[in-house]
T-cell receptor, first 113, second 113 residues
Framework: AQSVTQPDIHITVSEGASLELRCNYS??????LFWYVQSPGQGLQLLLK??????LVQGIKGFEAEFKRSQSSFNLRKPSVHWSDAAEYFC???????????FGTGTRLTIIP | DTGVSQDPRHKITKRGQNVTFRCDPI?????LYWYRQTLGQGPEFLTY????????KSRLLSDRFSAERPKGSFSTLEIQRTEQGDSAMYLC???????????FGDGTRLSIL
């Protein structure tokens, strides 16, 4: 079965600084990969997805992620964070077919002025 | 596209009571998913429907839980004889065929007194 690891439970960055959130997955082949964001008390909003092709994918709100097959990673990046980016971020993998979407445990992002 | 709608947003009930939640998916989506999310965790898959057929149920879905999607549109999730451990956020998502991303509602937060 597939699994997702987000090694950082909580990250604090200063507003305007760059951001990288880590995600590693375990699966025999290359799955479909997603990043979602969740604000307190809200559902999950899709930031970006990787299906195939270009390993650097662009998403909404200025986020991007890079798929690295050799490292089984799909890290999320943003060059300059804004206070409104404070939220919980979830990486998820979907193997395809009738398999289920599996989420990591999330990384909580705090932005300091 | 009005998004995925869940009702109620919050439910507080006493242990032992039955509760029912409703999810209205995005109208053109034929897949509907239920997840449970506890504090500090990512969403965990409970069950999913393709049209009106319930295709998979997680082992997390004990016999006190039942989900329906009678006409392939909205879905309900019922929990009978609620227990303290049922306190969680219950998220609904809908998606199209195959690898299309799932779109989430804002969830129903259940608190058991």
């Amino acid at each position: 079965a597939q699994s997702v690891t987000q090694p950082d439970i909580h990250i604090t960055v200063s507003e305007g600084a760059s951001l990288e959130l880590r995600c590693n997955y375990s699966y025999g082949a290359t799955p479909y990969l997603f990043w979602y964001v969740q604000s307190p008390g809200q559902g999950l909003q899709l930031l970006l997805k990787y299906f195939s092709g270009d390993t650097l994918v662009q998403g909404i709100k200025g986020f991007e992620a890079e798929f690295k097959r050799s490292q089984s990673s799909f890290n999320l990046r943003k060059p300059s964070v804004h206070w409104s980016d404070a939220a919980e971020y979830f990486c998820a993998v979907y193997p395809g077919g009738n398999e289920k979407l599996t989420f990591g445990t999330g990384t909580r992002l705090t932005i300091i002025p | 596209d009005t998004g995925v709608s869940q009702d109620p947003r919050h439910k507080i009930t006493k242990r032992g009571q039955n509760v029912t939640f409703r999810c209205d998916p995005i109208s053109e989506h034929n897949r509907l998913y239920w997840y449970r999310q506890t504090l500090g965790q990512g969403p965990e898959f409970l069950t999913y429907f393709q049209n009106e057929a319930q295709l998979e149920k997680s082992r997390l879905l004990s016999d006190r839980f039942s989900a329906e999607r009678p006409k392939g549109s909205f879905s309900t999730l019922e929990i009978q004889r609620t227990e303290q451990g049922d306190s969680a956020m219950y998220l609904c998502a809908s998606g199209g065929q195959g690898n299309q991303p799932q779109h989430f509602g804002d969830g129903t937060r259940l608190s058991i007194l």
